[in-house]
């Protein structure tokens, strides 16, 4: 649903400016799979960065563990902890991505790269937001991974762009529910359908979808024969968007069957 390779440059470009990466050149590194093949620290991390930089992401996220394994207490360890995480998110291995950034916080949760570690756990969630006609799961936990970026590092680079996906995330789990209460109301299961249109209007009210929402309240209360209820979701509809096409279809339904609501 949402764009990716412009995503996944900046956050190269994030991990790249995070962590310097001054591997020696160890040698050329063969070209068959050396994941199991014990060598010296700086040539197992030059043959795992030089196969990230070439697009073999999977290979580059297998050495990058082999670095850790081999020389778990080298300084090297810690930065391929977080290379490894990257390699897998490059792969969309989402799941291992989530697990190589979750291990490197658990064991450095005060290193200076830990804001992009959990920053990379919120972007691996929020590539796999799913068609609004799905299961939500993991929509809500991109946006809890994201507001946890905001949380911890307000005023970063990192929390910047998770309010801005936070925005997207919202407009999506909006845009679920009015999915919902769609279906509810062709079903003429209209208190369902009203619940659904208010979560919308009273958790989502900065998203596209709220115009809507105010609408298919009017929709609901008027079947319902709560006319009054109908006319207060009209009045702040015409408040807050007066001009919108959804407004002018309200008007004319409360014109045709609440009159007297419209008068007042």
């Not at 609004?132 to 799961?137: E, N």
Request: proline residues 3%; positive net charge.
């Amino acid at each position: 649903m949402f764009a990716r390779s412009s995503l996944k440059t900046a956050i190269l470009a994030a991990a790249t400016g995070a962590i310097v990466l001054t591997a020696g050149c160890g040698g050329r590194a063969k070209n068959r799979d050396t994941a199991y093949v014990a060598r010296d620290v700086d040539t197992l991390y030059a043959a795992a960065q030089q196969r990230l930089d070439t697009g073999r992401t999977k290979q580059a996220a297998a050495l990058f563990d082999e670095v850790e394994r081999q020389h778990p207490y080298s300084p090297w360890a810690r930065r391929a902890q977080l290379m490894s995480a990257f390699s897998y998110y490059a792969a969309r291995d989402y799941n291992k991505a989530i697990q190589s950034a979750q291990r490197f916080l658990s064991i450095h949760p005060g290193n200076k790269d830990a804001p992009y570690a959990y920053y990379l756990i919120s972007i691996c969630y929020y590539e796999q937001i799913s068609d609004v006609t799905r299961d939500q799961k993991t929509t809500q936990q991109a946006k809890q991974a994201l507001t946890d970026v905001m949380r911890r590092y307000p005023g970063t680079t990192y929390a910047r762009d998770a309010q801005l996906k936070i925005d997207l995330v919202n407009d999506h789990l909006a845009g679920k529910e009015m999915t919902i209460g769609r279906s509810y109301e062709r079903s003429g299961k209209w208190l369902a359908a009203t619940l659904r249109f208010r979560n919308v209007v009273d958790n989502f009210q900065t998203t596209s979808h709220t115009p809507e929402a105010l609408y298919r309240l009017v929709e609901g209360y008027l079947s319902m024969g709560i006319p009054e209820e109908a006319q207060k979701a009209a009045a702040v509809l015409e408040h807050n968007y007066p001009n919108s096409d959804w407004y002018n279809r309200a008007f004319k339904l409360m014109e045709k069957h609440a009159p007297q609501n419209v008068a007042a």
